[in-house]
């Protein structure tokens, strides 16, 4: 069932749960862009094609906050608050191993590597290669896992996966990453859990958030 996080005129938040695609690709699965234009047009009752607007994207083995415009005027004015970096993203992330310092602020490169679909990241500037910035900082922490805040301050093709990984602390599950071991719903723990923005007609900023995945006590016991 398709879960609610927000609606006005010309925006409607979702929450994306793990395992299910946010744009349709070539495996034809059924995505989240999907079931949003479907519950629109039931609710609606529109005849035809339903506009939505995709003002985000979170990886399939990721859950949490997706953003869509119900109208070109939402896709317009949020649209350009991404490009902006207007838009606060708050995400949360499980990561293997006690991280040393509690907080930070991490700044690479990132290169798409289509072949392998994931990038490559250095701490200097490559051709072909993206800045990436994040700060984080550590909720919690013992010796095998750490709980991070994570601030998003860009917005590439699995940044925070690599990024972490690169700092030495891939996110549980995220054996593409290089994490140890694999979730049985092959997940990772990463979760988009707050965004704030200004709405699309109004100077009101909105903030919307979801909590951490309960199923992370799992193998996390401080959280």
Known sequence: MLKVLYEDNHLIAIFKPVGILTQADRSGDVSLMDLVKKYLKEKYKKKGNVFLGLLHRLDRPVSGIVLFAKTSKGASRLSEQFRNR???KIYHALVVGKIEQDRGTLVNYIAKDKAANKVKVSADKTEG???AELSYETVSSNSKYSLLKIQLKTGKPHQIRGQLAFLGHPIVGDIKYGAPFALPDKSIALCATSFSFKLATRE??????????AEWRKYQKMI
Do not use: C, D, Y
Not at 204 to 213: C, F, H, L, S
């Open 129 to 131: 290669a993206e800045r």
């Open 204 to 213: 009101e900023i909105k903030t919307i958030a979801v909590p951490i995945p």
């Open 86 to 88: 207007e838009v606060e």
